[in-house]
């Protein structure tokens, strides 16, 4: 029997079905949702290893495309080559550099972090290198023995310092788990290694990269020449930085930065794109040549106006100009992720006319050829091809798969080395090769008339280039996307000789996070 007092509500067809609808939604979105935090789960879980030892990837039945045969005496693995002849066993920590009579310069770096005020006004909490990010530019002549000595004052997880670009002892390149255990606080851990190498690099630690470097830690290191290729009256240096998410920085500041310049002095510019973002840059006010691209110089290099240079992330361009008698020289981001990137002013004098660049900047058509013996023609004695993209919402992949589930590409010393690189997806993938540097040998299928060497290359959605590099330098090394989220989703491999072991693990259990 109904209750007189009260009042029965009839629902509509219509609003039944709207409300069927936002039940179904409901669900909808909480299925995506819990898929997405499984798939991220999972994806951590296994860029993230209990312990996997780096050196012995290529062991592993699982990775018999890169096969060695390994025999077992007694308790002993004995490595064999690819030709299945028993080799010895280097270890990368016992590889160094021999000082000789070079001239030792010497550094301190200090990880701290702590709270630092920023130009305009905000307060952040970073990771700092002598108080400061970036921290202090190291500067030292080709030829010199660099020293640093690294502290850790108060980072939780670890630090190291990578020498970016530098080619160098394994033991010195600072990869968490692999060349190294990260510096835990209160520890330190000092690099040493000869810079043979003139150009422009930069630091940054690779102990969980994708945190640490975007909170702070990292540098310029700057090699200058013993003898300078080109006359230039002022060496002037800058870093693009993104701080966390949206702060951009050029030399620590936010605000835009002005360097004095007589009209008429020869300028080298060098600018190290610290971002994990491209950075599409437009010069104003006169013309410029690109001299050198990640610390190797080009070739007959030919003069540009009015064009954007689109420096990928981790990349380093070099540039050379006249500063104008009537006008400064400007450089000014055009990347549609700008997020505020602070202008360059080189000169005091009146601000040039600015418009729309006429076009972009393409290194595979600029400069000449000097023949060195490397080329599509040569007799590679390995050949690789990286298929670079996204599963699903979380990783990125090479061949398919992430990290350390990607069987390394394994060398031997003199080897020549051929690998095409295809982007499949994911957006633009800076793609970093440790302890060498490569050539370009080609882009989409069209062989390149110059001789350019890099040791990042950012390759575009759809765009594969062929790359070669001599295998010279025995080790352990990483290749991976410069796109920090990217490589700490994945997108990380190793370069391995035969017979190169470490000590050193990488996982949760030793807190090495390489990324």
């Known amino acids: ?143 010199e023995l660099v020293r640093v000595n690294l502290k850790n004052k108060n980072v939780e997880e670890g630090v190291t310092i990578h020498w970016h670009g530098v080619v160098l002892p394994c033991s010195q390149d600072g990869v968490a788990g692999v060349t190294q255990d990260a510096v835990e606080p209160g520890g330190e851990f000092t690099y040493e290694f000869i810079a043979r190498h003139s150009g422009s690099f930069w630091y940054h630690s690779h102990q969980q990269t994708s945190v640490q470097a975007t909170k702070g830690l990292i540098g310029r290191l700057i090699v200058e020449p013993k003898i300078k290729p080109f006359e230039y009256e ?61 610390g190797s110089d080009i070739p007959g290099p030919g003069v540009i106006q009015d064009q954007t240079l689109p420096i990928g992330a981790g990349q380093r361009y070099d540039l050379l100009f006249q500063v104008p008698a009537d006008q400064r020289i400007l450089l000014q981001s055009s990347s549609e992720d700008r997020r505020s990137l602070p202008d360059i002013h080189i000169g005091q004098a009146s601000m040039p006319e600015r418009g729309q660049a006429k076009g972009k900047f393409d290194f595979t058509a600029y400069g000449s050829s000097e023949p060195d013996g490397l080329s599509l023609n040569s007799g590679f004695d390995v050949v690789e091809h990286l298929s670079l993209g996204q599963k699903a919402f979380a990783a990125y992949t090479i061949n398919g798969e992430i990290f350390h589930h990607i069987p390394p590409i394994m060398v031997e010393e003199g080897d020549l080395v051929k690998i095409s690189l295809t982007n499949d997806g994911g957006g633009t993938h800076p793609m970093h090769l440790h302890g060498h540097i490569f050539k370009v040998l080609s882009k989409n299928g069209i062989p ?31 290749k991976h996307c410069h796109n920090l989220r990217h490589a700490a989703s994945g997108m990380t491999m190793m370069v391995n000789y035969y017979g190169i072991t470490t000590p050193y693990t990488v996982g949760t259990l030793s807190g090495n996070i390489p990324d």
């Open 234 to 294: 002022q060496d002037i240096a800058v870093t693009l930085q993104r701080f966390g998410s949206s702060t951009m920085m050029i030399n620590s500041s936010t605000k835009d930065i002005h360097f004095s310049a007589e009209p008429g002095e020869w300028i080298r510019l060098r600018m190290v794109n610290a971002d994990s973002r491209t950075q599409n840059v437009d010069v104003y006010g006169g013309s410029f040549k690109v001299v050198s691209i990640d």
């Open 448 to 478: 390149l008339t110059s001789d350019i060497y890099m040791d990042t290359l950012p390759i575009e959605g759809g765009e594969t280039f062929e790359i070669a590099f001599v295998a010279d330098n025995p080790g352990l090394w990483m």
């Open 1 to 143: 029997m109904s209750n007189p007092g009260t009042v029965k509500k009839k629902w509509s067809k219509r609003q039944k079905k709207w409300m069927g609808f936002g039940m179904f939604t409901v669900i909808l979105l909480g299925g995506f949702f819990l898929f997405f935090a499984y798939w991220t789960i999972q994806v951590n879980q296994a860029h993230k290893p209990e312990s996997v030892n780096i050196g012995e990837m290529h062991l592993h039945r699982s990775h018999a495309s890169h096969s060695t045969e390994v025999h077992q005496h007694s308790s002993e693995t004995v490595h064999t080559n690819r030709s299945g002849q028993v080799i010895e066993t280097r270890s990368c920590s016992d590889m160094r550099d021999t000082p000789g009579d070079a001239t030792v310069r010497s550094f301190e770096l200090t990880a701290e972090a702590k709270s630092i005020s920023l130009d305009n006004g905000r307060a952040i909490d970073a990771y700092t290198l002598n108080g400061t990010t970036p921290g202090p530019e190291i500067r030292v002549t080709e030829g």
